[in-house]
């Protein structure tokens, strides 16, 4: 009885890795592109668009927002640090009982992003996971967002690759499209730690001086 439950196991499992491979080309607009299940919908509110539909094991969201066109572009990388980091915590505030987990840089064709996963808990053992990825741009934001419910959790890893390894990126789209400098700004611990390395430095010339006039006196 137990090998007849084990096989059924694979086959049910083999079955829906086979329709998780079931994804389409869907384009987001004319620099990003994803493959996302093929009865997709798409709405588009004060001109953020959503796209999303129910895969075999979750639900598939992507959402494009563009930025307000008096928005200033960013000058350098840790800017876009500042913005990615600002935009976990509000994706995360917009739900109770949220914790970001696994928070972490990537890459996306040339440009940096920024992916974690979302778990939520309705305080009755209802938990749910999103797995999200943060794309910014100097035209618009991006969120690519697999949700599915807890019971699934070791079973959505193919389904899930699928889905964030299909996003493609025009080759137009340059680290310039995110932020312009190079440079990068001094981290304020290096920046202490000049500072005190100097009054540091200060101190012992002062102390020598003074010490070789004792001398001098004596």
Known sequence: MKKIFL??????????????QELKPVKI???????????????D???????????????????????????????????LDRVLKENVKSIQAESSNASAQYVRDTTI????????????????GDIQF??????YTNAASYVFEYVYPNARKEMINGEYKSFINSIKLSPEL???????????????VL????????LLIAFAVGFYIQRKKRMELE
């Open 7 to 20: 096989i059924s196991a694979t086959l049910i499992l083999s079955a829906l890795a086979g329709f998780a």
């Open 174 to 188: 340059q680290r310039n499209d995110q932020y312009i400098s190079n440079a990068k700004s001094t981290p304020i």
């Open 130 to 135: 999103r797995n999200i990825v943060l794309l």
């Open 191 to 198: 920046i202490v730690g000049l500072a005190g390395g100097g």
């Open 45 to 79: 509110t004060l001109g953020q668009q959503v796209f999303s539909s129910n895969s075999s094991l979750g639900y598939v969201v992507v959402l494009r927002t563009p930025n307000a066109k008096n928005t200033a572009p960013l000058q350098r990388e840790n800017d």
């Open 29 to 43: 607009d004319s620099v990003v592109t994803v493959s996302m299940p093929a009865a997709y919908q798409k709405t």
């Open 109 to 124: 064709g040339k440009l940096k992003a920024k992916t974690f996963t979302l778990q939520t808990d309705n305080g009755q």
